[in-house]
């Protein structure tokens, strides 16, 4: 409650049994002005319901980084500007209750908790004594109060009990003091000297000087009392009182001075701007002139204020034991709720009136009017409708009508007596002709005089119809006598009209902006009309034309409250995304205007304005949270950049340290970014602008706090982004550089290598193209040759043909020898003469097995090893028969051979068996013998004769005169180089006879060895 306030209530309970109470409260009354209902700064209130743990809250911080720390009794909170951030001992805070916040040189956050024990926070890990021996050694059974950090960067920990230094080099100290006490707080004075305030007093620990309180002094701080160092001076609270000592005069006396005269413990200190000491108590913050040493002012009055900060961007943040915290981005902005003099905090509707008075409209059948420097809350009766008032006005006498939709109401301007009349009205006009225009139900109503008004005093009665002119089909929601033009303008959701003569006119001919959800309307003195509309923004009527000023002229939003134009002729705009002010003018018949708009970054409270009016230089707005009131020079603050932090960095979703530089694979070249931009008057509306260099070039905008780039190709990158706050301030730019190393076939070296082989080969196949052109060149000058070469080809090839068939018909022959057949038939003549029909008969059958067999044959070219071998045995026996016994033959084959089914020419191997008979056996005296192998030496059929005859000599002189012992070798060795022209190696010699001798070297055989190539291979 503010001092005149409670000294005025004082005032009245003291003399009320004297009977000078109407005196006083007269005089009394004259000493409150407006102002002093406004003295507190418009806030927002941030408590459980937003995030905190706790709304009781015992300190605030703002760190290095930016962001608000704030010491509950249920952990410690980090503060962004979106969300309350909580840690508490299962994070690692050692307790969580936190009575202060401190930030040394090494950005590390230190914590003075409840139990004592050191802790702080640094690069997002809390340490205590359980993760740190240094702190381990601090020990301590009282309370943490307060952390401190010197000029020569030793840290101190003040508790009640006991005072730790704590070294750059890390060695704790125990300060000893030479008389036990209690300490309260420590702080650092102009030349960054440790100052100590204790129950015995107040102690230089770099000069060990300092004033001792005596014993009966009762200057001895509480336990958590707050000390404040300035201009030399040591100003501490003590219970109702802050005392003061000058630390520049030890021998200076004390001064104490009483904030309330009520048992308000005063509870911290801080100045602002305007050389005022602000102090903290159970009951409110008092405002406290260091000049005057007095109060000048009293806020927040139910409330328990903790501690008072002023931030970067001169926001003031004060923190309490029962309410949360309050931010207040502009503490010019005075505010009028139901802590500070206004009886309710929604405001649907305020107007300045002639007579000076101001009249604020509610929800709930509640109106507030400030006359005659008196602030009068009325209620309204209840029982009529939803209770919202929607208009306030005046009627000639000074009276006040309100309208409520359902139901009129006058207030009696001298004892603000309310009379009820049943109609449900939603405007009362009175003009300067003592005419009265009103809007009740679907018509208006225009009567004489305020008696017509008085067949509705009975809320019982129900009347259809008033006298005077009654204009029906009209459902409007409110009326406006243009002073200007003299025009009665009707608006509502029908859009405007005006009315004259009793009839109603379009304003301008078929135009459908003006038949719709018109909300105000305004005349300015150069002939303008101004609407206010909730879909089209604002419309203004100029030389018979609309112009829309709407949200892509500048305005924050189309859907508009109310507006109004000030002596300036300025208009003010409320809409629901805050106030605007459009400033225009009319050069050579040219409409120009200049939007500014304001918001809760400029100190409003909420961002919807229901309504506002102007009184001289001061500007009133109807909110939701209460009255806001300020000048235009108010709302024009220094804007300050906002913060930009980089939080994290993650590759692959796996966070990376902080750094200005990474670097990567292409297998890891997910990167995800997360950042913050500190501006809290901006209410977390900010934008942020960003660009991947390397990838993009061109800026893009986003409303997030974090960016994903999913897939970043390999190369170099610079990431650039900056925060753009709610009035448009840029941040510093923060980069970061990328690079993604790309696979080594990717490489400059590798791409250089793989250049020069390419080079090499092109070389390479270029010389081949070039020898082969030439080539190409010679063969085709070879071509003649080659033609004639290929004419004698074919004619050796067909010579070859003929050959290959000669020797086929040859073999053929062979088969069929004449002297063969001749001899045969002989020796079957021959048993059949002697008797042997049984001989003759085994002869017989075996020679036509013979002769059959060779016919089939005659037409392969190959037959199955297994028929030669039979063709074989039946020659052999055949001629033993012939030769009546002379010689005995062994056949021997392999039986991988015969398993395989390999296949050799028809009767290859006969002629060499023939020529063993006849040349080798037949002209023996004694026993021949015939040894023919067949054997599997692959690729090749190895074929072996033998025979133990006269031998190759002996023979060659017994038929020197006859030639048919060559013949069967001659075409049986072309058969044998036809079968193996396709071998790709031939043995050393694929045809040989060898002769035989005995160790004597006497003749004993011919051998005869030749290869045919398998024909499987």
């Not at 301590?140 to 307060?146: A, D, R, S």
């Not at 002073?483 to 009707?490: I, K, R």
């Not at 902006?513 to 923004?537: C, M």
């Not at 008797?835 to 003759?840: M, N, R, S, T």
Request: proline share 3%.
């Amino acid at each position: 409650m503010d001092p005149a306030i409670y000294f005025f209530y004082v005032l009245k309970s003291l003399l009320m049994k004297k009977k000078f109470i109407k005196l006083l409260l007269f005089i009394a009354c004259l000493c409150i002005c407006f102002n002093v209902y406004a003295q507190q700064p418009a806030y927002l209130n941030y408590s459980v319901k937003d995030g905190l743990p706790s709304n009781t809250v015992y300190c605030s911080f703002q760190d290095s980084k930016g962001y608000i720390w704030l010491g509950t009794d249920r952990g410690v909170v980090r503060y962004d500007g979106y969300q309350f951030t909580v840690y508490t001992t299962t994070d690692g805070l050692a307790d969580n209750m936190v009575f202060d916040i401190y930030e040394d040189s090494k950005n590390r956050i230190w914590f003075a908790c409840n139990n004592g024990n050191a802790c702080y926070y640094y690069n997002h890990i809390f340490y205590n004594k359980k993760n740190n021996a240094i702190l381990a050694q601090i020990v301590t059974n009282g309370p943490g109060l307060k952390t401190l950090e010197d000029k020569d960067h030793n840290i101190f920990l003040l508790t009640h009990f006991k005072i730790y230094k704590l070294s750059p080099q890390n060695v704790v100290t125990e300060i000893e003091q030479n008389q036990t006490m209690l300490y309260s707080s420590i702080n650092l004075n102009e030349k960054n000297e440790v100052v100590v305030l204790s129950t015995k007093g107040i102690y230089n620990l770099n000069t060990k000087e300092g004033i001792k309180f005596e014993n009966k002094s009762g200057n001895a701080p509480q336990l958590h009392s707050k000390a404040l160092l300035y201009q030399g001076k040591l100003y501490y609270t003590q219970t109702t009182e802050i005392v003061c000592n000058d630390l520049n005069n030890v021998n200076s006396q004390t001064q104490r001075f009483s904030i309330t005269s009520q048992p308000y413990l005063t509870q911290c200190l801080q100045t602002d701007q305007q050389q005022q000491l602000l102090v903290g108590t159970q009951h409110g913050l008092y405002y406290w002139d260091i000049a005057k040493k007095q109060v000048v002012s009293h806020a927040f009055e139910t409330t328990s204020i903790s501690s008072i900060l002023k931030d970067k961007e001169n926001n003031l943040w004060i923190t309490s034991l029962n309410n949360g915290i309050y931010l207040s981005v502009n503490p010019s902005i005075r505010l009028l709720n139901n802590t500070s003099g206004l009886p309710f905090n929604y405001c649907s509707f305020i107007d300045h009136f002639n007579d000076g008075s101001f009249a604020v409209g509610s929800n709930q059948f509640q109106v507030a009017i400030y006359r005659n420097q008196q602030m009068h809350h009325i209620k309204l009766p209840e029982q009529f409708g939803e209770g919202k008032v929607e208009k306030i006005r005046m009627d000639e006498k000074g009276d006040y009508y309100i309208t409520l939709g359902s139901v009129l109401m006058r207030v009696n301007k001298n004892n603000f007596s309310v009379k009820v009349f049943n109609i449900a009205a939603r405007d009362i006009l009175f003009d300067q002709k003592k005419k009265i225009y009103l809007v009740a139900g679907n018509s208006l109503r225009e009567v004489e005089s305020t008696d017509a008004l008085k067949q509705y005093n009975s809320v019982q009665d129900s009347i259809d119809r008033m006298s005077g002119v009654n204009v029906t089909h009209i459902k409007a929601s409110g009326l406006y006598k243009g002073p200007y033009s003299n025009n009665l303008y009707l608006y509502g959701l029908f859009g405007v009209k005006t009315y004259a003569n009793q009839h109603l006119h379009d304003v301008l001919d078929n135009d459908e902006t003006l038949t719709k959800n018109i909300y105000r309307v305004q005349e300015t003195p150069d002939g303008l009309l101004w609407l206010a509309s909730n879909i089209y923004g604002v419309l203004v009527i100029y030389n018979h034309k609309i112009i829309a000023i709407n949200n892509t002229k500048g305005l924050p939003s189309n859907f508009i409250n109310a507006i109004h134009a000030d002596k300036q002729q300025h208009i003010w705009v409320a809409s629901v995304a805050g106030l605007s002010k459009i400033s225009y003018s009319l050069l050579d018949n040219k409409f120009d205007y200049r939007i500014e708009n304001y918001s809760q970054s400029d100190g409003l409270i909420t961002k919807n304005v229901n309504d506002v009016t102007t009184s001289g230089d001061d500007i009133y707005i109807a909110t939701e949270e209460g009255v806001c009131i300020f000048s235009e020079k108010d709302l024009k603050m220094s804007v300050n950049k906002p913060i930009l932090n980089i939080e994290s960095f993650y590759f692959n979703d796996q966070l990376a340290p902080l750094s200005t530089n990474y670097s990567s694979n292409y297998k890891t070249n997910s990167v995800k970014i997360k950042f913050v931009g500190l501006s809290f008057r901006s209410f977390g509306k900010i934008r942020y602008r960003y660009r991947m260099k390397g990838l993009e070039d061109t800026w893009s905008v986003t409303n997030n706090t974090m960016l994903e780039y999913p897939a970043l190709p390999p190369g170099k990158y610079e990431f650039e982004l900056m925060a753009v706050n709610a009035k448009g301030v840029q941040s510093a730019i923060k980069s970061i550089s990328i690079q993604i190393h790309p696979p080594f076939w990717r490489t400059t070296w590798f791409v250089v290598l793989a250049c020069l082989l390419t080079v090499l080969l092109l070389y390479y196949f270029l010389q081949k193209r070039i020898a082969s052109m030439q080539k190409q060149h010679a063969i085709t000058e070879q071509l003649l040759n080659l033609e004639n070469q290929q004419l004698e080809a074919q004619k050796k090839q067909i010579v070859y043909e003929k050959e290959l068939l000669d020797i086929k018909h040859q073999a053929l022959r062979l088969h069929m020898n004449p002297h063969f057949i001749f001899n045969a038939i002989n020796a079957i003549q021959g048993f059949y003469a002697s008797g042997e029909i049984e001989k003759a008969k085994t002869y017989i059958g075996k020679f036509s097995g013979l002769l059959r067999m060779i016919l089939d044959q005659s037409s392969k070219e190959f037959i199955d090893l297994n028929e030669e071998v039979k063709t074989i045995t039946y020659y052999l026996d055949l001629n033993t028969l012939r030769f009546e016994n002379k010689f005995s033959y062994n056949l021997m084959v392999d039986e991988s051979l015969l398993l395989h089914h390999e296949e050799i020419p028809p009767m290859l191997i006969q002629p060499f068996i023939e020529n063993a008979i006849i040349h080798a056996i037949a002209p023996m005296k004694s026993m021949g013998k015939i040894t023919i192998r067949i054997l599997d030496d692959a690729p090749y059929i190895r074929c072996e004769i033998e025979d133990n005859g006269v031998g190759r000599a002996f023979s060659y002189h017994l038929n020197k005169d006859r030639k048919y012992n060559s013949t069967g070798i001659h075409v049986t060795q072309k058969r044998l180089d036809l079968l193996n022209a396709n071998a790709q190696k031939l043995p050393i010699e694929q045809f040989k006879i060898i002769d035989l001798y005995d160790d004597d070297g006497a003749p004993m055989g011919t051998k005869v060895v030749f290869y045919v190539l398998k024909n499987s291979i």
